[in-house]
């Protein structure tokens, strides 16, 4: 039975730093790392294919290296016509999908993932996370996957605030507590 998770945000990449909107862009390295420790053995990572996560998993440091599952359940949200653009660009010619200089989870990007997609990816992960035989495991995405994970561990609806104020740190192993 799952009773420990842990998330990390992969380190930064110069998109981030330059605020550009990465979305499923699978080619962004990261622009450096450092050693990541857990306070408890992971059993099983899982992990976005997206070289960013894949580079950033690499700095985890256990004794026993735990299996890593990479899983394109994991990757970021699709975008659309909005990936690599610079946001402040995007709120520009997108006004009304953006509130307070941040993208609005329930609006759908032009050519991108509806929020139901993008909910519906999210539950079919968890839901596999709870069949798994394992009692502590970690995983390494992007912000806005482990944002909607956060949201339906916790079984709540996001609202358009807690939304905006829900932020991961970049290259931090982050514990969250089940609900059950």
């Not at 857990?38 to 099983?44: D, F, G, R, S, V």
């Not at 997108?94 to 200089?101: D, G």
Request: hydrophobic share 35%; aromatic share 12%.
């Amino acid at each position: 039975m799952l009773k420990q998770i842990y998330f990390l945000r992969h380190f930064q990449t110069k998109n981030n730093m330059n605020h550009l909107l990465n979305g499923r862009n699978i080619n962004v390295p990261i622009i450096k790392g450092n050693s990541l420790h857990c306070e408890n053995n992971i059993e099983l990572i899982f992990c976005s294919p997206a070289l960013r996560c894949k580079q950033t998993i690499n700095f985890f440091v256990q004794d026993i290296t735990p299996p890593i599952i990479y899983t394109n359940l994991l990757l970021e949200r699709d975008l659309g016509k909005m990936e690599g653009k610079a946001r402040k660009q995007m709120i520009k010619q997108y006004p009304t999908l953006f509130f307070q200089n941040k993208f609005i989870v329930y609006a759908t990007p032009p050519q991108g993932e509806s929020f139901d997609l993008f909910k519906n990816r999210a539950t079919n992960f968890w839901n596999y996370c709870n069949s798994i035989n394992k009692e502590t495991i970690l995983i390494c995405a992007h912000n806005q996957v482990l944002k909607m994970l956060y949201f339906t561990i916790k079984n709540k609806a996001p609202t358009i605030n807690s939304w905006n104020s829900l932020s991961f740190p970049y290259g931090e192993i982050t514990k969250i507590q089940c609900t059950r």
